[in-house]
């Protein structure tokens, strides 16, 4: 039905923005450092990173993916969405291995895999 390929499409589209979202902060409070001492100058700098346009876009990623994820439930049953969005951890440890250099284990890629059957056999049974 092309109502429910339209419905897939828009969890597309908020997978990828979401998974955009947690890699660019990501990205980016490597590059700014880690946070001072105090509390003062913990908000200061959380303050000013919140100003880093990579991390704004992080921000916007994660608005326009609740517009994606909205417009997917008028398409989707949520019994049927949600599962889908469990995609997202297993995307983000692919992604952060490939562009942040993170570090990767057996239990992660076992993890991933369960991810993958997970989604999969939430959607067809």
């Known amino acids: 039905c092309i109502m429910r390929e339209a419905g897939y499409i828009y969890v597309l589209g908020t997978l990828i923005l979401t998974v955009f979202g ?4 990501k ?3 490597e590059k700014l450092g880690a946070l ?3 509390i003062l100058a913990k908000g200061k700098a959380l303050f000013l990173f ?6 704004l876009s992080g921000y916007l990623s994660a608005l326009l993916a609740s517009f994606f994820w909205i417009a ?9 969405a949600y599962p889908m969005m469990s995609l997202a951890p ?6 952060s291995l490939i562009f ?12 991933f895999i369960f991810i993958l059957a997970g989604v999969y056999l939430s ?3």
């Not at 297993?90 to 992604?95: A, P, T």
Request: hydrophobic share 50%.
């Open 90 to 95: 297993g995307l983000v440890f692919l992604f």
């Open 72 to 80: 997917a439930l008028t398409k989707l049953e949520l019994s049927r």
């Open 100 to 111: 942040l250099g993170e570090s990767y284990s057996i239990g992660k890629a076992l993890g």
């Open 27 to 29: 990205w980016r409070v």
């Open 50 to 55: 919140s100003l880093d346009p990579f991390v």
């Open 123 to 125: 959607a067809n049974y």
């Open 36 to 38: 001072p001492d105090g």
């Open 22 to 25: 947690q890699l660019v902060i």
